[in-house]
């Protein structure tokens, strides 16, 4: 992956619904981040992202 500066898991255990990580990366000279979280996982056929630039209090 271009310019990935960190990968956190934001929680514990197998990637399941609701498993959720922070991506940083770097882009023309700034770090940006973005949260995932699984929204739906049919191993190994498919998996559903939810992608936000900002954390919301959720």
């Known amino acids: ?4 500066v960190a990968m ?3 929680d514990d255990g197998p990637i399941k ?3 959720e ?3 940083t990366r770097k882009m023309f000279g700034k770090e940006a981040s973005e949260y995932f979280e699984v ?7 498919k998996i559903v992202l939810y992608c936000e630039l900002e954390r919301n209090n959720r």
């Not at 992956?1 to 990935?4: A, D, E, F, I, R």
């Not at 929204?39 to 056929?45: N, S």
């Open 8 to 10: 956190e898991r934001l």
């Open 21 to 23: 990580w922070k991506e």
């Open 1 to 4: 992956m271009n310019g990935l």
């Open 39 to 45: 929204k739906e996982l049919q191993e190994p056929k």
């Open 17 to 19: 619904v609701g498993s």
